[in-house]
């Protein structure tokens, strides 16, 4: 289907509210039926016609087609938060003394869900280095049910070998997840290539302007009707029809706002690869990244996020650094129209809450790059550069 058919018009049927060209916020958590027989219809199938807004509403609706289209899947349903489809994802498919097999290093709370969240119902995860597909297989058990994949990861950007991983599905018949809120459904569509469920965190790029917390999931119609009669409606985790409609909003623009960041970014990482202040540039289209081919084989293009490492002896020039840049904010998240800077020596001295980050060099730098022109954001990094040289010939 169209690519701009899909953002313009699909599941837009203006002719049921008024030709409005936006859609309305169907601000509503019931809806009214003209006698027994159609409220006993809608009842039946409470996925697909309004009955009560947990389970459909028209706002979010309207979404769901569009965000399945460019997953190109058979259908979606969209969640409160990334972490809530992801969530709702896995707690789909396993059960008690159930075996799940996942790449290394997943987001933050996707590693807390398997490893500390599921063992308390007795379910086990195993952690493995997703950059050899076979390390999946070397670590399959009789009761694996699930391997969950997220190519590339969002700190050090290592990929998997999404074909590679669901051969090895196929042939044990087992369920594969993706996180690909990092490539977006723009540069990469992991249905294609076989996988079964793909979630987001549509609080970056599908949203797109930082104002909403919301996530998805793809997947066949048969998985969809499941998980919606089970984990959706059981949790309920379910977006508002008002955010629902700025993720609409912010999907209209999705492919203008990836290809502006992914140009910017590829002039930035340029640069900082040039810098001999830099000492390593963690970017999967960065020719010096160790899985570059399959990074160009896989995904159609790259977006904002990278990691550098800092020339640095000690976490203060780190922060000095940080400190001073004036148009990357600091923050985490990303994927809206502001360039971000995250630094991992934030971790080092949190309750350890977050272990695996932990063990991240102190001069591991995660940037984020918006909407800004790239030369703005070149000088800012230049003269924030420019405040460590200070203070290191202001030291000797
Ligand atoms: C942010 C993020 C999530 C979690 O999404 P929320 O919307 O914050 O719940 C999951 N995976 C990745 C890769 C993320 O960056």
New binding site residues.
């Given amino acids: 289907m169209d690519l701009s058919f899909i953002l313009n018009h699909l599941g837009e049927e203006r002719q049921q509210y008024r030709n409005a060209v936006s859609p309305p916020v169907f601000q509503s958590s019931n809806f009214t039926f003209p006698d027994i027989e159609v409220m006993r219809r809608s009842l039946k199938d409470e996925l697909n016609t309004p009955f009560y807004t947990r389970g459909h509403n028209p706002t979010v609706a309207i979404l769901r087609q569009k965000v399945a289209a460019l997953e190109k899947a058979e259908d979606a349903l969209i969640f409160s938060?990334?972490?809530?489809?992801?969530a709702a994802a896995v707690l789909s498919q396993v059960k008690a003394g159930d075996h799940i097999i996942c790449v290394q290093k997943?987001?933050s709370?996707?590693n807390k869900l398997l490893n500390n969240f599921l063992p308390r119902f007795g379910v086990q995860a195993t952690m493995v280095d997703g950059t050899n597909a076979e390390n999946y297989r070397n670590a399959l058990q009789p009761n694996t049910r699930l391997l969950f994949l997220?190519s590339p990861?969002?700190i050090t950007f290592e990929l998997q070998d999404i074909e590679a991983v669901v051969r090895i599905a196929k042939e044990h018949h087992l369920v594969t997840i993706i996180?690909n809120?990092?490539a977006t459904p723009i540069y990469q569509n992991p249905v294609e290539m076989g996988v079964d469920i793909v979630?987001h965190?549509?609080?970056?790029y599908l949203g797109g302007h930082s104002d909403i917390?919301?996530?998805v999931l793809c997947s066949s119609k048969q998985i969809i009707q499941q998980i919606f009669e089970s984990e959706f409606m059981t949790l309920g985790g379910i977006i508002s029809p008002h955010d629902a409609w700025l993720m609409i909003r912010g999907l209209r623009t999705l492919p203008l706002r990836v290809q502006k960041v992914s140009e910017t970014t590829a002039k930035v990482v340029a640069f900082l690869e040039q810098q001999p202040w830099v000492k390593k540039v963690y970017y999967p289209f960065s020719p010096s990244h160790p899985q570059y081919s399959l990074a160009q084989k896989q995904m159609k293009g790259c977006g904002g996020l990278f990691s550098l490492e800092l020339k640095a002896d000690t976490i203060e020039e780190v922060e000095i650094f940080c400190n001073n840049l004036h148009y990357f904010l600091l923050a985490c998240?990303?994927g809206g129209h502001e360039s971000l800077v995250f630094p991992m020596c934030v971790l080092y001295t949190s309750q350890n809450y977050m272990q695996v980050q932990t063990q991240l060099p102190f001069n591991l730098i995660r940037f984020y790059i918006g909407l800004e022109d790239a030369g703005i954001l070149i000088a800012d990094l230049e003269q924030a550069y420019g405040c460590v040289q200070s203070f290191i010939s202001g030291r000797q």
Avoid: H, L, R
Wanted: no cysteine.
């Fill in positions: 938060s990334g972490s809530a489809a992801i997943p987001y709370w996707t997220e990861n969002s996180d809120s990092y979630t965190s549509a609080s970056k917390v919301a996530g998240s990303w």
